[in-house]
């Protein structure tokens, strides 16, 4: 009845695919408390309130949360009042609060985007920051309502395109040093959303007395562990 994956729940939930699920009230989660971090969730469906969650005061951060259905309020989230950091949610639907309803928590660096229903994606919620929201127009430090720029979002690809406005716009939060697929995020400001964009680099190298060298490094680059040792190919 309540939770269709689980329901009271104090520990962590990471690293899940939580699909398919129905539930009274939460359609995947009820009552969670504890860090709910890297996980997708998606096409679950809430008869009452909270497509995905409901009554959950744990730690959302760098999920992917899309495709839900509640159908009467929160697409995605609804009584939630813990924190939600760095995650995005999307293609989500309800009456009330189509991404949001009565999420009262701490809201920094998410992306709230192409969710459906009659009225705002967040009601009765918190004031975001940083946060990347269709059609926002209340004030609110950091946030924008341009297009996100997703990769292909038809095919629940929700990554973020080079010339995405959600780059480094972020706020910094000591704890977010990871995406959503376990990829660092670069010092400085984080994206916003659950996916820091990856930059394809290229290189130079010269063939020297030492063997292969680096002669062109990326201005932001951790090289691989096998790749660089005193600036020359392990």
């Known amino acids: 009845r309540y939770g269709g994956a689980l329901g009271y729940c104090g520990g962590d939930i990471r690293c899940n695919i ?26 679950n469906i809430s008869q009452e309130t909270g497509g995905a969650a409901a009554s959950s005061s744990g730690i959302f951060r ?12 929160g697409g995605a989230l609804a009584s939630c009042s813990g924190v939600l950091l760095n995650n995005t949610i999307a293609d989500n639907q309800a009456a009330r609060g189509s991404a949001l309803f009565g999420c009262r928590g701490f ?20 004031q975001p920051l940083y946060s990347c929201i269709q059609e926002w127009t209340n004030i609110g430090r950091g946030n924008i309502s341009k297009d996100p720029l997703f990769q292909a979002p038809h095919d629940s690809d929700y990554r973020l395109r080079s010339s995405s406005p959600c780059i ?10 990871t995406d959503f697929s376990g990829a660092l995020r670069f010092d400085g400001a984080p994206d916003v959303g659950a996916d820091e964009y990856k930059t394809r680099y290229e290189f130079t190298f010269e063939n020297g007395d030492d063997g292969w060298v680096f002669t062109s490094i990326p201005a932001v680059f951790t090289p691989p562990i096998a790749a660089a040792q005193n600036g020359a190919l392990a």
């Open 62 to 73: 760098n999920n992917l949360i899309a495709k839900n259905i509640s159908f009467d309020s």
């Open 107 to 126: 809201i920094v660096n998410n992306i709230i985007w192409r969710n459906q229903g009659a009225e705002k994606p967040l009601q009765d919620s918190s």
């Open 168 to 177: 480094n716009a972020g706020f910094v939060v000591q704890d977010i040093t």
């Open 18 to 43: 939580i699909a398919g699920n129905q539930s009274q009230q939460g359609g995947a989660l009820f009552q969670c408390f504890g860090v709910i971090q890297n996980n997708f969730i998606c096409q």
